[in-house]
């Protein structure tokens, strides 16, 4: 039979899972697959998507940096689901306006509410698990995003090239994704545990303690941000590019997120092998090898490598970075989670910026993607050269 222990952290982790594929998967990753309907909907050009795409990012970097305080301490619970709840509301938004200015407004409100869900609902769920020594609840946690990037697509996909009567087939995504966003709010209440089980008694977090280490990750982690936000936003578009019917796009982010649910479980195996910075390494390695194919390969194969290669990796690096975080920083774990979403979020700011610039002024994305696959093998040249010293101090 199930331990009363077993069950909560099962609890636990599969409200981790709903919360991540609401907040994350629908609330800021069903931009990509809505994106080309967008696009060709409302003329939109590339540059007006990256700024769209941009200003979400800021918000997310807004969250992070308010997150970082002590103000929610013994809320975390009641804060996670307010930014779930609001996940919904914004999602709706989307689909009531056609001005750049609002999408982009609701986009920087919906930045803030998915960093809010996901520092608070992580906070929550991931220290459940490392007081279980549990591994297994941060697989089936971080694996919710990739669940929420394969329902999106799957659900973009079926629906009907004309709309729905008087609604066009863009906002009938961002409709259909609020409907799924607020039952997602209504289960995590279900089953979300309390609040972080604390191991310091419940005392006020210590000042984070900067070390070299720290500094490495948190730099590599922030540049990650940027490498990898270029595909992430844009690979829709660019299936359709250079595809000659809708499946391909449908298939390239249903790879992604499916490769995605599954990468934490499927890298954790070689922890054991590599140790967490090594595994860090190998996921920036080939996540640049995976970018540099997206562009290499003929159509379809360049969208569907890329993807699978993109999911493999992106989740997973996110996971054991903000992983390594917490064990160099033990005293401030929230402190910590919260700046290094932050560095992550000024990445993924510039990202879509300069990607929607570059493919504007090119005619393409293959000029921002391959200077993103140079920022990841940067990135891992760093942490190579790091690798020793980080791997000493986590120990």
Known sequence: MQSSLDR???????????????????????????????MSGLAMSPADAGVIASANF??????????????????????????????????????????????????????VASAFAMIFTTAIVLSRGLSAANPHVQSVHFGG???????SSLMVFLLPAGGFGGVANWQAGWFGGAIIALIGTFLVALMLPAGAARANGGEREKPLVWTRPLFVVTLTYGLFGFGYVITATFLVAMARQGATDHMVEFL??????????????LWRRAVGRLGLVGVYLAGLLVEAIGLVLAVALPSPLAPLVGGLLLGA???????????????????????????????????QIIGPLVAGWLAEGSGSFTAPTLLAAGVLLFCALLTGLERRRIAAAIK
């Open 145 to 151: 995003v990739g669940i929420g990037i394969a329902v």
């Open 58 to 111: 800021i918000g997310y970097l807004v969250g992070a940096v308010v997150a970082g305080y002590g103000w929610a301490a013994g809320r975390e619970r009641l804060v996670a689901l307010s930014a779930l709840a609001a996940t919904a509301a914004l999602l709706l938004a989307m689909g009531l306006t056609s001005s750049l200015l609002l999408f982009s407004v609701i986009r920087f409100l919906a930045g």
């Open 252 to 265: 390239a982010w249903l790879v992604t997120g499916l490769s995605a649910a599954v990468s934490v479980h």
């Open 8 to 38: 909560s952290l099962t609890s636990a982790g599969c409200a981790g899972a709903i919360a991540m594929a609401v907040a994350m998967g629908f609330g800021r990753f069903s931009y990509t697959p809505i994106l080309p309907a967008m």
């Open 313 to 347: 990796t992106f989740i997973m690096i996110t996971a054991y970075g903000l992983q390594i975080g917490r064990v160099l920083a033990p005293a401030s774990p929230r402190k910590v989670l919260a700046v290094m979403t932050a560095a992550f979020g000024v990445g």
